[in-house]
């Protein structure tokens, strides 16, 4: 199983990036798929989750209204619209694919937050 991220980088307060995380060697589209984000010196805390079907999602409270996750089956792709960017949003943010006791994640991606 592989998840790789990518769409990180550095951005200006109030700025937006779209983190995309794909996925190969598992049925995607029978996984919950999610976010999750550590900042240096902090726990890894969960940003955002999507079923695996697309009907349902979850955000931290410090994100909704300016995150957005969504997901692809098809191309088995599972995305992160970041907008209205925020110093505290700097962190790694980490893919992760989740089924019963089946938990991948991908290696991360940085997300840096400054001006």
């Known amino acids: 199983v592989q998840l790789v991220e990518s769409g990180g980088g550095l951005v200006q307060p109030g700025g937006s990036l779209r983190l995309s995380c794909e996925a190969s060697?598992?049925?995607?589209?029978?996984?919950?798929m999610s976010w999750y984000r550590q900042a240096p010196g902090k726990e890894r805390e969960l940003v955002a989750a999507?079923?695996?079907?697309?009907?349902?999602?979850n955000y931290l409270d410090s994100v909704k209204g300016r995150f957005t996750i969504s997901r692809d089956n098809v191309k088995r792709t599972v995305s992160l619209q970041m907008n209205v960017l925020k110093p505290e949003d700097t962190a790694v943010y980490y893919c992760?694919?989740?089924?019963?006791?089946?938990?991948?994640w991908g290696r991360g991606t940085q997300v840096a937050v400054s001006s």
């Open positions: 060697g598992l049925t995607f589209s029978r996984y919950d």
């Open positions: 999507i079923t695996s079907s697309g009907g349902s999602t």
């Open positions: 992760n694919a989740r089924l019963q006791w089946l938990d991948y």
